[in-house]
């Protein structure tokens, strides 16, 4: 099982931008999807984005297309979630997790292993 660790978060203002690090450890992320989830308080946790390590396939949750974008350093075994046009509702814990799953079921955490600690992303209006 790969262990992830986030980095990242801060404070931002709308309009802003932040990059998102999910870093492996104990293994690569060699043969799984990284999947990027959130949880805003008081709500349930929700897929963000998901990236193959093999191949590159991506896909996003819709209320984050056109301004998020996930991507990978091979060579850093990292997954990273870019994020522009930052909105106030898009403050949440950021967590990142791994899966087998085939992509159908990219948006079900339940897939998910290796959950990190999360990093925390706050955007004021």
């Known amino acids: 099982q790969v262990q992830v660790a986030e980095s990242g978060g801060g404070l931002v203002q709308a309009g802003g931008s932040l990059r998102l690090s999910c870093a492996a450890s104990g293994r690569t992320f060699s043969g799984y999807t990284v999947g990027w989830f959130r949880q805003a308080p008081g709500k349930e946790r929700e897929w963000v984005a998901a990236?193959?390590?093999?191949?590159?396939?991506?896909g996003y949750e819709d209320s984050v297309k056109g301004r998020f974008t996930i991507s990978k350093d091979y060579a850093k075994n990292t997954v990273y979630l870019q994020m522009n046009s930052l909105k106030p509702e898009d403050t949440a814990v950021y967590f990142c997790?791994?899966?087998?799953?085939?992509?159908?079921?990219?948006?079900?955490?339940?897939?998910?292993?290796?959950w990190g600690q999360g990093t925390l992303v706050t955007v004021s209006s």
């Open positions: 990236i193959r390590w093999s191949g590159g396939n991506t």
């Open positions: 997790a791994t899966t087998k799953v085939v992509r159908s079921s990219w948006h079900d955490q339940s897939f998910y292993n290796g």
